[in-house]
């Protein structure tokens, strides 16, 4: 997978505004977030909070503040589990094909690249830890074991459900923080996407469906939190409904088609679209 | 020397871990005398008719992953005791050369050097004995060691290497083939953990959670009462409440005592091979936990080790799991290369002892090496709080005491002077040794 670079498409005016405009939330944000967590587990604020230097030192954010992602180690950890589960979810496409060897990718990532930057926030808030599960799953990916492979996953799926859930409990109103989550999928997925092309041509099989596992991660959460509380209104779900549609014709097959069906420009447009029209769930 | 032999002298001897004694003299460690029954042994035991050298192990690497050994050529021992999956299969259960469903889940082959019997109901009491039997089993690898020595022999590189593993008898033969296999299974001792860092003495090696985790897991729980040794198994037979109809050790030494008891499993890199139990039916660590709580099936020969009614909390729990876990390695774990695990050792029996009662209590007979003057009978008295056995198979004396209960007593007149061995079928770890002038 590439590294998390955050790549700007210009044409689409909207989502700069709409990125500004989350970005203040999310500064608001922080703020309740270190309260909330230090009065739950009955701690002082870190120094570096008392001193307001930085929101998130202490909590197990500091980590996640190298790679110029998200600032809220909240949306932030969220991103990186719909990254895992989209790893996971193109990974058993894959298999579903009897690719094993091009599936192993997308269980060795998850531990190679996200669990690392996860752990401090998953021991700091007591989750139990999954890494070891990971690396169990991708060791029958390894074997090329179905049995094994389908029982591996569900221990790894149980801890990520538990994990998700104690974060959620940081996270009020829940619809924003899982909808600007999803949001940063979907931006990860369009910077995979432009690695894997070369002058308009595929040349990153791996990189390509760590773009589709994470799309299409996007959308279930989004459509999870839709059937919330109704923020969102029959006309914008519609539209959104749509620009994934177009969205997902990107990705055709698990692996590459001979030409690109939407370039990096078009693909940020989507995105941008699916911003905005989500925006009433993220204010 | 027999595998019995070996295996009653290791109570014996000290682990070659030891604990940092003078930090503890500096702050008494409330785990000490817990930590002690789990350090990590010096040496892997052996019998004395195959030491392990490099170039038997070699062998019995290449050959436990050789499908030359099945019948069609299409399983090996790896087939189902795979490397990459710490030497198990991840399925329910697994199957063979003829697509059948085992009857019984793979168990995992770490530690296999220290346990006096193999297979879930204890069938093979060594290493050697027990390669027969996946080998010939029809519905596993379908063949016999015979046709694969036969098959193998025509092979030269294979020619060169049993003359390298065994060079005083280098046929490639059915006792050549067992005893490569076995010196190479027992350098599958699982490598230290975190936990192991701990009995040594670095007290931050588990969090405070893990640490609350072994307190139960000596405590509340008491899984000690099983899971004990540096294994975590005390290498006896237990029912636990399992709801299949399988008799295992009961129909293994035709007593009804013993029926549904399996072998206690290692605890050793737990995670890494899951599903659970005799028969796979446990697909989690927390399923097993919800196992132990609910108790499963009451039934007369469930064991009594069991807790009548355990009941954790919902912290407990995560506590016990994440000690449970301290048993594993953090990456996809690889056979032990503490220096200790290459070289081995066979060991002698501790001296006898003048003694014509014997007693089982704790899981053990006490003393363990009695010696008898001609024509005296020892009896043997169950002191413990559960359900024993005798059984003596020997040419000279075949004896089976049946069930005996706490308090029971039974006698036994050994037909001419000799050296028996005596073990109890339920919990086979109780070894006993008579010498009879």
């Given at each position: 997978m590439a590294k998390f670079t955050r790549k700007l498409w210009v044409g689409i005016g909207v989502a700069t505004v709409a990125s500004a405009s989350m970005a203040q939330g999310i500064g608001a944000q922080d703020v309740d977030h270190d309260e909330m967590e230090h009065k739950a587990h009955g701690a002082p604020l870190p120094p570096a909070l008392n001193g307001g230097?930085?929101?998130?030192?202490?909590?197990?954010?500091e980590a996640y503040l190298t790679d110029g992602g998200p600032t809220d180690t909240r949306v932030r950890f969220y991103r990186d589990i719909e990254l895992t589960r989209g790893h996971l979810l193109v990974g058993q496409q894959l298999i579903d094909l009897e690719l094993w060897d091009e599936a192993l990718p997308h269980f060795l990532h998850p531990t190679e690249e996200l669990y690392g930057l996860m752990e401090k926030y998953i021991k700091l808030h007591n989750m139990r830890p999954f890494g070891r599960e990971l690396k169990a799953l991708a060791q029958t990916v390894k074997a090329k074991r179905k049995g094994a492979y389908e029982r591996a996953l569900k221990p790894v799926e149980q801890r990520i459900d538990a994990a998700l859930g104690t974060a959620k409990t940081?996270?009020?109103?829940?619809q924003r923080f899982v909808v600007q989550s999803a949001i940063e999928v979907l931006r990860s997925a369009q910077s995979e996407y432009a690695e894997s092309m070369e002058n308009g041509v595929f040349v990153k099989p791996v990189e390509y469906q760590d773009s589709r596992g994470f799309v299409w991660r996007a959308e279930r959460v989004i459509e999870e939190a839709a059937a919330g509380p109704p923020l969102l209104d029959a006309d914008s779900l519609a539209k959104v409904r749509a620009a994934f549609g177009k969205l997902k014709a990107a990705w055709p097959a698990p692996l590459p088609p001979p030409k690109p069906a939407l370039d990096v420009g078009e693909m940020s447009a989507l995105i941008s679209q699916i911003e905005l029209h989500t925006s009433s769930m993220t204010r | 020397m027999g595998a019995a032999a070996v295996f009653v002298a290791l109570a014996g001897l000290k682990p070659a871990a030891t604990i940092d004694r003078q930090a503890r003299a500096q702050s008494p460690d409330p785990f000490a005398g817990l930590k002690e029954k789990f350090t990590r042994p010096g040496f892997v035991p052996y019998p004395a008719d195959n030491a392990p050298t490099p170039e038997k192990i070699a062998l019995g690497r290449r050959l436990f992953a050789d499908k030359a050994l099945s019948s069609v050529g299409t399983i090996a021992c790896a087939s189902c005791h795979d490397p990459r999956l710490a030497f198990t299969d991840g399925e329910v259960r697994g199957k063979g050369v003829t697509g059948r469903s085992l009857a019984r889940h793979t168990p995992s082959l770490w530690n296999a050097a220290f346990s006096p019997l193999l297979f879930w109901d204890g069938r093979a009491s060594s290493l050697e004995e027990q390669v027969h039997f996946p080998v010939e089993h029809p519905d596993e690898m379908g063949s016999t060691l015979e046709t694969a020595a036969q098959r193998l022999a025509r092979d030269e590189s294979y020619r060169g290497a049993f003359l390298a593993a065994f060079p005083e008898d280098p046929e490639v033969s059915p006792h050549s083939i067992a005893g490569a296999l076995a010196a190479y299974e027992r350098t599958l001792v699982s490598p230290p953990t975190r936990f192991d860092a701990w009995v040594a003495g670095k007290a931050d090696a588990l969090t405070p959670s893990e640490v609350r985790g072994f307190r139960l897991f000596a405590g509340?729980?008491?899984?000690?009462?099983?899971?004990?040794?540096f294994d975590f198994t005390d290498h006896n037979f237990y029912d636990i409440g399992l709801p299949d109809g399988d008799r295992g050790r009961g129909k293994e030494i035709g007593l009804p005592a013993a029926d549904h008891a399996f072998k206690t499993p290692t605890l050793r890199e737990l995670a890494w091979t899951a599903p659970y139990m005799h028969d796979g039916s446990l697909a989690t660590l927390d399923d097993v936990l919800r196992h132990y709580e609910e108790g499963g099936l009451d039934r007369p020969t469930r064991s009594r080790d069991l807790p009548a009614k355990l009941r954790l909390t919902d912290d407990e729990r995560t506590d016990l799991v994440a000690f449970l876990e301290t048993l594993s390695s953090d990456t996809p774990p690889q056979p032990?290369?503490?220096?200790?695990v290459a070289g081995g050792r066979p060991v002698s029996p501790p001296p006898p002892q003048d003694a014509t009662v014997v007693s089982q209590i704790n899981k053990t007979f006490n003393p363990g090496h009695v010696r008898l003057k001609a024509a005296q009978a020892l009896t043997v008295l169950n002191d413990d709080t559960r359900t024993h056995n005798v059984r003596i198979f020997d040419a000279k004396l075949n004896f089976n005491s049946g069930a005996q209960e706490p308090r029971e007593s039974v006698t036994i007149r050994f037909p001419q002077p000799g050296t028996y061995e005596a073990f109890c079928g339920?919990?086979?770890?109780m070894r006993l040794t008579v010498e009879v002038k």
């Open positions: 230097a930085n929101l998130n030192s202490g909590e197990g954010g940081f996270m009020r109103p829940e | 509340k729980g008491r899984c000690i009462s099983c899971h004990v040794g032990s290369t503490e220096p200790w339920i919990h086979p770890s």
